[in-house]
């Protein structure tokens, strides 16, 4: 016998489970569409557009600017590009005076001088890399380079006064490479992070030209607890032309300069400046490798007593 069942009670049922009371309701519509002045609230104001459509807009830049030479398809997508941009930009909150259509004129007016950029760059990579193959691997596969190129453009929509774009397509790169570098930052000629994982570069940070960077490094502040009173301040390093920095090297504070030239070895910390053509390393106990007696090396693995 085939069980019967209400089908009012299975209507009553679903509705319980899906709605929400209306006291319930009404707070929390009263709440996330509340006005009153709290974070929240002014960075609605301010406007906020929409991330995945910047981060699309910003995709589609670097592989113009990286990869397409074909002249017809350049005359198709720039103003392509740049209709998107003055949209993205409609969403916003631009400075007084500030107007969208001149900012877009303005910033693909930059785009071959950061051409320019990103071409040495990926020879700085290739002729400091043993690894690199070729220069198509450096610029289709190196995340590094992907960052670099990233902040080059950021660094352009940052120069103009343009708010939170620059910072969105910097996170975007942050996220995708783990490579962190601030719009802000003023990077030279001819720039080349190996690996570069894990590194950081703040704000204010100054890098000449022909700079190298490995994995780990972090060009950051002193103090950062002081918040919006450091606003404008130079708080990040200035690294002179031709620095190494290796791995898991730590500098800190706007002060600090590492002179021309200079070598920076792994898991320094350091936080004041070095003159030209310096070498810093940490000092250690020379590493000894003794032969311990009591291991005995067996044939389906090892366990070491440590």
């Not at 090297?249 to 920076?264: C, F």
Request: glycine residues 8%; charged residues 25%.
């Amino acid at each position: 016998m085939t069980e019967r069942t209400n089908p009012r009670r299975k209507s009553v049922t679903s509705q319980d489970e899906i709605a929400l009371s209306e006291d319930v309701l009404e707070d929390v519509l009263q709440a996330l569409s509340a006005t009153s002045g709290d974070a929240l609230s002014k960075a609605a104001a301010e406007g906020f557009p929409d991330r995945e459509v910047v981060v699309a807009w910003a995709e589609r830049v670097l592989r113009l600017v990286l990869h397409q030479r074909d002249r017809s398809a350049l005359r198709a997508e720039l103003p392509t590009l740049a209709a998107q941009l003055r949209g993205i930009l409609r969403t916003l909150t631009l400075p007084p005076g500030v107007e969208a259509g001149t900012m877009v004129d303005r910033f693909f007016a930059r785009l071959p001088a950061a051409r320019a950029q990103l071409a040495e760059d990926v020879e700085a990579a290739f002729d400091g890399d043993p690894a690199a193959s070729s220069y198509a691997e450096i610029a289709a596969a190196y995340p590094a380079l992907f960052a670099i190129a990233s902040y080059r453009i950021a660094h352009e929509l940052s120069t103009l006064g343009l708010p939170l774009l620059p910072r969105l397509l910097a996170e975007h790169a942050h996220a995708r490479t783990g490579i962190d570098i601030h719009p802000g930052a003023k990077i030279g000629r001819r720039f080349f992070i190996d690996h570069g994982t894990g590194v950081v570069i703040g704000e204010t940070a100054e890098i000449g030209d022909r700079c190298v960077i490995y994995q780990g490094v972090t060009l950051g502040a002193l103090a950062p607890r002081k918040g919006q009173v450091l606003r404008g301040v130079k708080r990040h390093p200035t690294l002179e032309d031709d620095v190494t920095i290796y791995a898991g090297a730590t500098i800190l504070g706007g002060d600090t300069v590492i002179g021309r030239g200079s070598v920076i070895g792994g898991n320094v910390w350091l936080t004041h400046s070095t003159p030209p053509c310096s070498k810093v390393q940490i000092e250690s106990p020379r590493l000894q490798v003794e032969r311990d007696g009591a291991c005995q090396e067996r044939s389906d693995q090892l366990i070491w007593d440590i």
